[in-house]
């Protein structure tokens, strides 16, 4: 939107312009520097943020993603604008140099930034005169002395990180479309949110539900009421957190991640 308001912005400046250039000459040349401004906005998407090209940037950000696809943590910093800024908690340390930010490459390189950035593309980023962000603020970049690099990280705290869930946003969300499926009573929807095989526990006793198909054959007896109803009042910011996997209710519904899978793997009748 801010984009489309400084476009709407230098249009309405160079309209106004050209009119009042009409009026006292009768002729229908725009300005040199308006026409260049306009045409640069136009052409080049990045332009806000100081960048010269489109191209400029689209050839940096290939080989920034690239860089981080491959664990390059070497050739990432060569793309790095110093001081880095890095921001987590409400507080910021600097990165001085490529030594530094190797050397906590993991740290400031994590899997919520990684994926952000990855999937990040070029030709929908937010831009302003502040930058260019990537993701939600994960990353910003910038030019620097006349070099593109990131200026600004922003690493979101991940409260589920005892749980091993490393990706929080992952994991509100998966939470939530359980909340929904279970609300909505979407048998097979939930029965692809378990890790298989299921520990279903009752009066000291466990049974293991090992397929989908049995899940969804099963469900009434597993998803009953009181489970259903823990689940749904569950708030994603309340959930007990440990080494054994994220608690719903009183116990519940434990959730885990598996691989790169977030899923139920216990319920407790």
Same mark, same amino acid.
Do not use: C
């Given at each position: 939107m801010k984009k489309i308001a400084l476009i709407l912005g230098l249009s309405v400046a160079v309209t106004a312009f050209s009119g &009042?250039?009409? =009026?006292?000459?009768?002729?229908?040349?725009?300005?040199?520097? $308006?026409?260049?401004?306009?045409? $640069?906005?136009?052409?080049?998407?990045?332009?806000?943020?100081? #960048?010269?090209?489109?191209?400029e940037f689209t050839t940096y950000f290939s080989k920034l993603q690239q860089a981080v696809k491959d664990g390059d943590s070497k050739s990432v910093a060569d793309l790095i !604008?110093?001081?880095?800024?890095?921001?987590?908690?409400?507080? !910021?340390?600097?990165?001085?140099?490529?030594?530094q930010f190797v050397q906590k490459y993991n740290r400031i390189i994590t899997t919520e930034v990684k994926e952000k950035l990855l999937a990040q593309k070029a030709d929908n980023v937010f831009v302003n005169w502040k930058g260019i962000m990537v993701g939600d603020g994960e990353?910003?970049? =910038?030019?620097? %002395?006349?070099?593109?690099?990131? #200026?600004?990280v922003n690493l979101i705290d991940n409260p589920?990180?005892?749980?091993?869930?490393?990706?929080?946003?992952?994991?509100?969300?998966?939470? !939530?479309?359980? &909340?929904? %499926?279970?609300?909505? =009573?979407?048998?097979?929807?939930?029965? %692809? !949110?378990?890790?298989?095989?299921l520990r279903v526990n009752h009066n000291g006793k466990s049974l293991e539900i090992k397929t989908k198909k049995q899940f969804i054959a099963n469900y009434d007896s597993i998803m009953t009421a009181a489970?259903?109803?823990?689940?749904?009042? &569950?708030?994603?910011?309340?959930?007990?957190?440990?080494?054994?996997?994220?608690?719903?209710? =009183?116990?519940?519904?434990? #959730?885990? &991640?598996?691989?790169?899978?977030?899923?139920?793997?216990?319920?407790?009748?």
């Open positions: &009042q250039v009409m =009026g006292n000459t009768h002729s229908n040349t725009l300005p040199t520097a $308006a026409a260049a401004a306009a045409a $640069a906005v136009s052409n080049n998407p990045y332009y806000v943020a100081g #960048i010269d090209s489109s191209e !604008s110093y001081p880095l800024r890095v921001n987590k908690s409400g507080k !910021s340390f600097m990165i001085h140099s490529k030594e990353l910003w970049i =910038g030019k620097i %002395d006349n070099k593109l690099g990131v #200026i600004a589920y990180a005892a749980a091993g869930i490393t990706n929080p946003t992952a994991f509100n969300h998966f939470l !939530s479309k359980l &909340q929904k %499926d279970v609300a909505a =009573g979407n048998k097979a929807e939930v029965a %692809d !949110s378990i890790a298989y095989p489970v259903k109803k823990k689940l749904l009042a &569950q708030k994603a910011d309340k959930v007990t957190v440990s080494w054994k996997g994220v608690m719903v209710g =009183g116990g519940e519904l434990w #959730i885990g &991640q598996f691989g790169e899978r977030i899923g139920v793997f216990a319920v407790n009748r």
